[in-house]
């Protein structure tokens, strides 16, 4: 299952049941595992606010107390939704975090549509 989920590039689950896994004491110590990272569809951007708050979905709802601060340089995916887009930040000790922030917090927002009334 593990090496599915790598080939795959899900790394949020890849990550979740290796944890079960080594909990459960079913992985050999020191086994080196990682999944692949598909990186086809994101671009770099740096976080342009004081903090920016990340959230598990793409809605006001889903906000943590966990924020990236004004330099810090994400992974973004090139679509929005509700004016969220998601991100992948690398911590310094490696650790990789897949979450949400606003838009206007790495300054990608997508331009509204013009509609005109006839």
């Given at each position: 299952m593990l090496e599915l989920l790598a080939r795959d590039g899900d790394t949020i689950?890849?990550?979740?049941?290796?944890?079960?896994?080594n909990k459960a004491g079913?992985?050999?110590?020191?086994?080196a595992l990682s999944a692949r990272v598909d990186i086809s569809g994101w671009t770099k951007k740096?976080?342009?606010?004081e903090r920016?708050?990340?959230?598990?979905?793409?809605s006001s709802l889903g906000v943590t107390k966990?924020?990236?601060?004004?330099?810090?340089?994400?992974?973004?995916?090139?679509?929005?939704i509700n004016s969220f887009v998601e991100v992948r930040y690398q911590q310094k000790g490696g650790r990789l975090v897949e979450k949400?922030?606003?838009c206007q917090d790495v300054?990608?927002?997508?331009?509204?549509?013009?509609?005109?009334?006839?």
């Open positions: 689950n890849f990550s979740k049941l290796k944890t079960a896994m079913m992985l050999p110590k020191n086994t740096s976080i342009v606010s920016a708050y990340l959230y598990v979905s793409p966990a924020y990236l601060i004004r330099g810090d340089v994400v992974a973004i995916y090139l679509k929005s949400w922030v606003r300054d990608f927002c997508e331009p509204k549509e013009n509609l005109e009334v006839q």
